[in-house]
């Protein structure tokens, strides 16, 4: 995003960020909003959706196909006619003068037995391009994940760095480390418009984001 932008918007709303919260963020909602919203993954989705279509219909081609046809004509004829046709059983002679309709039906069945080996590869090639789709798809799910937790988890660093200045200068007055403080909280703003942009929420949206910098701690045995 640009970041004259965003300075400009920050100027607009910063007092509303002195009002009440409106929306509380965790991270897994974050996820669930920036894979929602993100127009890469709605296109890769679509491609998996194309791809898995066209496997199925690489599949019907094993199958055998049925055709119907039925056509009626009218006809005229000013001298003896010979209507041979692949939808009749055998030649016809129309005689002078007929006017009529004339009405034909064709059913037949289909059964590919053989066609060199068309039928199987084009099922191998659907089948390649579906999980090459479904890879796709997953590689862009996997960036925006990965772009929402490194977002996410630079605001609460800086969430918490802050709340460290407060708790000290709450004790203990310092002018630059109250500088440092202003220059960390605007720091912030700036972060949590990027991760508003990024999950799709409206920019002047109060929210703030709970979480922490703690890892689970493994129980790990050495000796096994």
Known sequence: MNKYFILLLLLLVSPIFAQGVERVLTLDECTRLALNINQDILIANEAVAYAEQRVNESKSLYFPKLDLNFNISRFSNDVETLINSHYLPATILLPYGSRDYFYSTKLALWQPIYNGGRTVATNK???INYEKA?????IKKNEVVAQVKAQFYKNIALKEKIQIYKDYLSKKTNASLQEQLDI???QYELETLELLSLVGLEL???IDIEGTLETEKLDLDLQQ
């Open 134 to 138: 479904k890879t796709n798809a997953e």
């Open 204 to 206: 002047d949206m109060i």
């Open 125 to 127: 090639l659907a089948k």
């Open 184 to 186: 960390l909280e605007h």
